[in-house]
């Protein structure tokens, strides 16, 4: 992607744009299908609220969690979608899957780029809680702002990092074959 | 992928290294005190961008929007003297401005009068992309905010489609709109360092 010469290049950098477009409203229906929403995204929102107050009590935060909810006794917030990372991973996998690879790739790459970005999303939950409970003055702009932005970006970067490797190991598969330079129809990939 | 190398240019080639967490680092700087110094009257050129758009969808004209205190707010004509004004937030409406900068100072080269050229077009773009978004979400409003006004003005359809259009920009579109600018506008090379010669360099 990005490279080589004129037209083509232009044509692969639309096609990379429609299919990512694409796969991204796909997800969005599915992410805001009630039965998903209800059995997928609340249950794993609440085990980010989980984890995240075992880490604020590990940091000394009196913490509880009920739901999506963590509370202590100078703040509370409700982890709502935007806050659990899923739109971050949804724009990620939307990429990787929009991304000329071979299956197997994507799949790992999907894997690893979801925990990253949910790691990355864990310290945001976390420091905006205590940022609420100690500078609630800089809560808004940084909830809002701040890390909404750097966990995009970060989602965005996995995402090059991703791309650059397996533009790297395309390259370097030999010429006349080789699974690593070759689609899941077998046909030579590398242009 | 393996650059084929004709007579156009070579493009910059895009790592991720040092450079580029620096470059990245001072475009989000950059971009957020750019935004936050210019977030007032930016909102308020929006807010009348939308408001003339919205005006064309109704007959007779009747709403105004108004940028004050990092809310849009949003009047009507025809509402109660005495009824309370929805005010919807702004910045959740145009920080992905601070995304674009950081992501146009991540290409190589950023400096660059041709860089420059296309972040000031793709910043442009992402301004008709948020007079679109507040449209939305001032239509979403009256779709589904006003009671039985709502219910008498809009059928099922055109709620669904207000309310969901605008919570797709919620979810994903703001999101996803400065880097669909970016990748679109820029211009660089991804990936693996060109075969040359039949030997790969390293990058």
Redesign the interface.
Known sequence: ??????GSDRRR??A??AK??AL??V??FL??WRPVNDAVVVPFTAGVARVSAAVLRLLGEGTTVAGTEIRSARFAVNIE??CNGV??A??FG??VLAFPAPWRRRLVGLAAGFVAIQAINLVRVVSLFWIGAHRPALFS?SH???W???V??CG??LF??W??R???????APAGGGREGRDKDGRDR?? | ????????PR?PR?R?DGGSAVR?AAG?AAG?AF?FAFSAPYERAVAAAAQAVTRLLESPTTTTLAAEKGEIRVDRADFPPDSPRPGL?A??LH??F??LA??FALTPKPQSGANVARFAAAAGLLFVVHVAALCMQVQSVYATSLGPWSEAHYGAVARNLWA?GF??Y???GR??AP??LW??LS?????????KRGR?ER?
């Open positions: 992607m990005k490279a080589g010469a004129g950098s639309l990379f744009l990512f477009a991204l409203v997800f969005y992410l805001d979608n935007g739109e971050t949804l724009l939307a990429a702009s809002t702002v701040l909404q932005s750097i995009v970006l965005v970067l090059l990092a791309a650059t397996e533009q790297r190991v395309r390259a370097a590398r242009r | 992928m393996a650059a084929t190398a004709a007579a156009e493009r895009l991720l990245l989000f957020l935004w937030p910045a959740d920080f992905n601070v995304m950081a992501l969901g919570h797709f919620q979810v994903a999101f996803a880097f669909v990748w679109g211009r660089f090379e991804l990936g693996a360092t060109p075969v790969e990058s």
